[in-house]
């Protein structure tokens, strides 16, 4: 099994409150990927990582914010959190996605809910 | 955009039966095609996958054709069991370049139960 910790596993927080996701990786792929799972929707991208400091929205980003300092961890910030953002959050990473086959191998998953 | 369409669930099978779920797809260019389970509490996990047109990927009893003329890659295993119960997710990555690059589209996913 790939190396991916996600931390925490579960949180309950409230409207209005910053809450940080953390990935984690030890497998020193160079793209990270943080996604959201919904009841309908299966997974939709929310930003995604190609290199240290290096960024770029998927297509859910409103409301989120990410960063990269070291290439082992990816951040996810929920800046103020609504209750429209309850979820399941994955991170996936993956070694290189150029050619187009870009396996990805995801994390445990956290599950966030927002009162 | 590109887009992938599952069957709508859930399944429901009795132990030993022959399992189809279906996927299509809507994308520009020739993607690949994968496909991803989740047993209940865990994160996703690859099943098999193909990177182009007649590929047949195939794991743990599970098998799937790249059919580009008919833009499906439909999961099949002839002989479900009780451990095969899990959300089964079809996806496509379009090959790198433009904005797509690296991103993974995914299906709404199929819950399969198995009953013994």
């Known amino acids: 099994d790939a190396g991916i910790t996600q931390s925490p596993r579960h949180k309950v927080t409230e409207t209005g409150t910053p809450v940080t996701l953390r990935c984690h990786q030890t497998e020193n792929h160079r793209y990270m990927y943080w996604y959201r799972q919904d009841p309908g929707h299966g997974l939709r991208l929310i930003h995604y990582s190609y290199g240290v400091k290096d960024t770029d929205k998927g297509e859910v980003s409103d409301g989120y914010s990410v960063s990269r300092s070291k290439t082992e961890d990816f951040l996810l910030t929920l800046e103020s959190a609504t209750s429209s953002q309850t979820s399941v959050y994955f991170c996936a990473i993956s070694e290189n996605p150029a050619g187009g086959l870009n396996e990805q191998f995801f994390g445990p998953g956290t599950r966030l809910t927002v009162l | 955009g590109d887009s992938v369409t599952q069957m709508e669930g859930p399944v429901t099978l009795s132990e030993e039966a022959f399992l189809t779920i279906n996927c299509t797809y809507t994308a520009t260019g020739y993607p690949s095609l994968f496909w991803y389970v989740q047993y209940p509490g865990e994160g996703l996990q690859l099943l098999l996958k193909?990177?182009?047109?007649?590929d047949k990927g195939s794991n743990k009893g599970f098998e799937a054709t790249y059919r580009k003329e008919t833009t499906s890659f439909h999961l099949e295993k002839g002989s479900v069991q009780v451990s095969d119960s899990a959300v089964y997710f079809c996806a496509l990555s379009a090959k790198a370049g433009g904005t797509s690059y690296g991103k993974l589209t995914f299906g709404q996913g199929t819950i399969l139960t198995v009953h013994p």
């Open positions: 193909a990177t182009k047109a007649d």
